[in-house]
C-alpha cells in the first residue's frame, strides 16, 4: 500500500531552520510531482514547494522563496524541505504529498491542491519565541 509518513515538525524560535521529512513507501518516487503544502488555522491549504522526480524542476510559493529548499534523496525514497529563517506566519500543519507527473506540473501541483492524489498524515510546525 503506497504511503507518505512526515517526520521532523516542532517547535522553533524565528530566524530557526527545520528540516521536515517524507518517506514514501509501496512505491518509488520516480516519475512523479512531489510537493509540500500546509495549512494555518483557519485558512485553507496552500502549496509550499513542489519538484519534479523526472527533470528536476521546482516552484516555490513567493512566500517561502529563498527561505526554503525541497530536495529529494533518491537511495531513501525520501524528500525534505529545508525551512530557514523561520517566521511566525510559517506556523502549520505542514503535507506532503504526490502526483504521478504525466497528470500535472509542480506549478500546477502546487498551486491548485485538489490536484496531488496522496497525501501524508501532516506535522506540525510551530514558529514562536
Known amino acids: 500500500q503506497a504511503q507518505l509518513v512526515e517526520s521532523g515538525g516542532g517547535l522553533v524560535q524565528p530566524g530557526g531552520s527545520l528540516r521536515l521529512s517524507c518517506t514514501a513507501s509501496?512505491?518509488?518516487?520516480?516519475?512523479?510531482?512531489i510537493g509540500w503544502f500546509r495549512q494555518a488555522p483557519g485558512k485553507e491549504r496552500e502549496g509550499v514547494s513542489c519538484l519534479s522526480t523526472t527533470d528536476g524542476s521546482t516552484y516555490y510559493a513567493d512566500s517561502v522563496q529563498g527561505r526554503f529548499t525541497i530536495s529529494r534523496d533518491t537511495s531513501e525514497n525520501t524528500f525534505y524541505l529545508q525551512m530557514d529563517n523561520l517566521e511566525a506566519d510559517d506556523t502549520a500543519v505542514y503535507y506532503c504529498a504526490r502526483e504521478h507527473i504525466a497528470l500535472t506540473t509542480v506549478q500546477a501541483m502546487c498551486t491548485m491542491t485538489s490536484v496531488a492524489s496522496d497525501w501524508g498524515q501532516g506535522t506540525q510546525v510551530t514558529v514562536s519565541s
Open positions: 509501496g512505491f518509488t518516487l520516480d516519475y512523479y510531482a
